[in-house]
């Protein structure tokens, strides 16, 4: 059964008679990229629409886990919560991304929470389906491999960054990795389009909204971002590069 947060915050946009997710979204979608039309409408005939607000849990850490989700439109956190109460942003996902994985092996419980960034739509797909999946198109396998190889190699840098440099070179690497996500190009440089708090981005680089904020001025006062409007500006990423060791 879905989880407290499944159930409480979604919002099937189908109740509503209109699609969300059709085959063109699928197709966006990597881990299904090489799939016929025929291989795509099975994996929609299991998907259920979801949608969630901002700032909404879309599962808890901790909590029974039988669902596995694709991000259909938004960006969401994977985050974990401290003894001290304190958040840490592990990664961000995007439309294309997947979550939700790990428990369709194993029945574990929810190694992570996940916390919309933006209003967010899903496909979700139950654990017996994608498993199913699975036996019938091998090659998710080896996608998910892939995708979660390159998520443990991203998760170690972020443990060795956090570690051993300081929270100059820490938000340069963060500022560099939000452009080249959700970057666009425009006059005076890369405009990052995801809007991040303050508390947010100190939560990904383990510090304080107050060390961001401070570092992010000095940052504005040698040129190397532009925030005149409340999408931060990357105008130097080669000065920016230059800060991390």
């Known amino acids: 059964m879905p989880g407290a947060a499944d159930k409480g915050t979604a919002r099937a946009r189908s109740e509503e008679g209109i699609q969300m997710i059709d085959l063109s979204t699928l197709r966006r979608i990597p881990l299904f990229r090489d799939f016929a039309d025929e291989q795509l409408s099975q994996v929609l005939a299991t998907v259920a629409e979801r949608r969630y607000p901002k700032h909404q849990f879309v599962v808890r850490e901790g909590d029974p886990g039988d669902t596995f989700f694709v991000i259909a439109a938004g960006s969401v956190a994977v985050c974990r919560v401290g003894p001290d109460g304190r958040e840490t942003i592990l990664s961000i996902l995007k439309e294309g991304d997947f979550f939700g994985e790990m428990s369709m092996f194993d029945s574990s419980l929810r190694s992570a929470s996940i916390k919309t960034l933006t209003d967010v739509e899903v496909g979700a797909v139950h654990q017996a389906d994608f498993l199913g999946l699975i036996d019938r ?51 005076n440089g890369t405009r990052i389009t995801l809007r991040l708090t303050n508390q947010e981005m100190a ?25 005149r409007t409340a999408h931060v500006i990357v105008t130097d990423p080669d000065k920016l590069r230059a800060l991390i060791p």
């Open 203 to 227: 939560n990904m680089i383990g510090t304080t909204r107050e060390t961001v904020n401070r570092t992010l001025n000095r940052f504005w006062d040698d040129r190397l971002v532009d925030m």
């Open 137 to 187: 198109n091998p090659q998710i396998g080896k996608l998910l491999v892939i995708e979660l190889s390159e998520r443990l190699r991203a998760a170690n840098a972020l443990i060795a960054a956090t570690t051993s440099q300081d929270i100059r070179s820490r938000l340069a690497a963060l500022l560099l990795n939000l452009a080249e996500q959700f970057g666009e190009t425009v006059a």
